[in-house]
Nanobody, 120 residues
């Protein structure tokens, strides 16, 4: 199996910064896209940012210019640097990975979620 373990959430004041990390472990042949989603109170889960194995990035309009996604392929880890945080960024942030366990077996995996709370 494959496990994704997130870290780095917490409480921060508006304008502050946080860095999320997500490490994948287990039976991994190759990781394709990795990314971060979030789900705020009373809202649907939405894509924040994702990054391909070739480091092509994609961001939600609401976070462009404030958040930066990156990855370390050697460590099977993805990061999300969040700057200029706003109260509307408050949500549970979930790590996601598109993983090939073997050449033929592919699946989508999710972390357990980490809470980010931005106070005004």
């Amino acid at each position: 199996q494959v496990q994704l373990v997130e870290s780095g959430g917490g409480l921060v004041q508006a304008g502050g910064s946080l860095r999320l990390s997500c490490a994948a472990s287990g039976s991994i042949f190759r990781i394709n896209t990795m990314g971060w989603y979030r789900q705020g109170p009373g809202k649907q889960r939405e894509l924040v940012a994702d990054i391909t194995s070739g480091s092509i990035t994609n961001y939600a309009d609401s976070v462009k210019g404030r958040f930066t996604i990156s990855r370390d392929n050697a460590k099977n880890t993805v990061y999300l640097q969040m700057n200029s945080l706003k109260p509307e960024d408050t949500a549970v942030y979930y790590c996601y990975a598109d993983v090939r366990r073997t050449f033929y077996q592919r699946g989508d995996y999710w972390g357990q979620g980490t809470q980010v709370t931005v106070s005004s």
